[in-house]
Structure formats: structure tokens, C-alpha cells
């Protein structure tokens, strides 16, 4: 009988640990923030880049929040405003015209690149539009709803 108790005892602390731990390693998971960006290159050609944005804790942050908040650096921005492109959308080639992130709101938007390369635009895609020469990208609204986004333009 002592064993039996024992045996449950000890599975019961492997359960507890096991499950303060997954918590910390899931705690200690964030969900990356990614944009994609689009630059001009030497052949004038625009390409794309995956970039991971650094988040960092608050410095002087609550124990309480430090594990809960956590920010990028800072970037200079002039001006902002939102955008509405109807279905059927399309603006063929052209560089951006002015370096700023897009952000997708709702709806669906696509861009598509030298080559064919389509990047979808849907709501909690960030795009990084830096290629204001070339060639350029042509813009699009998919589907039959409005594609709504922020423009967010750069301090240069």
C-alpha cells in the first residue's frame, strides 16, 4: 500500500513540474512580428526581404507586466493615413512614392514583384515599401470587398 502512495505521490510531482514548465517555455514563446519588405536593388529590380522585428522588455516596466509587454526601437514617421481600394483594383507598375510601412486593416490586397512573385496583403500584414525607383511593384485589391490599409510614411 506504502508503495502505491508513493508511486501516485510521485507521479503528481512529475505532473506539477511538467506542467510548470511547459507554462514558463510557453510563456517565454512570443509570437514573432515579421514585415515584408520590398526594396530596389542595383538592377533596379524590386525584391523582397523577410525582416524580424526585435522586441525588447520595457526598461523600469512592473514585475508584474515585464513578461507581458515588450517593445521595438522607435521610427521616425511624418505623416499617416488610411486607404480604401475598391474591388478590381489595379495600379500597374510604379515605385512606391515614398518609403512607408503598409498596413492591412481589412480586405485583401496583393502586390506583385519583377518575375511574378505575388505577396498577399491581408489584415495584421506589415509591408515595408522601400523601393521608390525602378521598375516597382503593381498593387491590387482581391476579392470582391474593399481593401483598407495605413500608410505610414517615413521620416527621411
Known amino acids: 500500500m506504502k508503495s502505491i502512495v508513493s508511486g501516485i505521490a510521485l507521479v503528481a510531482a512529475i505532473t506539477c513540474l511538467v506542467g510548470t514548465w511547459r507554462d514558463t517555455v510557453a510563456a517565454q514563446q512570443h509570437t514573432p512580428v515579421i514585415l515584408t519588405r520590398i526594396y530596389t536593388g542595383s538592377d533596379g529590380q524590386t525584391h523582397t526581404e523577410r525582416v524580424d522585428i526585435k522586441l525588447s522588455p520595457v526598461a523600469g516596466m512592473l514585475a508584474q507586466y515585464a513578461q507581458s509587454r515588450e517593445e521595438s526601437q522607435k521610427t521616425k514617421v511624418t505623416s499617416s493615413q488610411f ?20 498596413i492591412t486593416l481589412s480586405g485583401r490586397g496583393e502586390v506583385e514583384l519583377p518575375g511574378g512573385v505575388k505577396l498577399p496583403l491581408e489584415p495584421g500584414r506589415v509591408l515595408q515599401a522601400d523601393d521608390v525607383s525602378g521598375k516597382g511593384h503593381i498593387t491590387r485589391t482581391i476579392g470582391q470587398a474593399d481593401w483598407v490599409a495605413l500608410f505610414v510614411q517615413f521620416d527621411e
Not at 486607404?83 to 503598409?102: I, L
Open 83 to 102: 486607404v480604401r481600394f475598391g474591388p478590381g483594383y489595379v495600379e500597374d507598375w510604379h515605385p512606391a512614392a515614398e518609403r512607408r510601412y503598409v
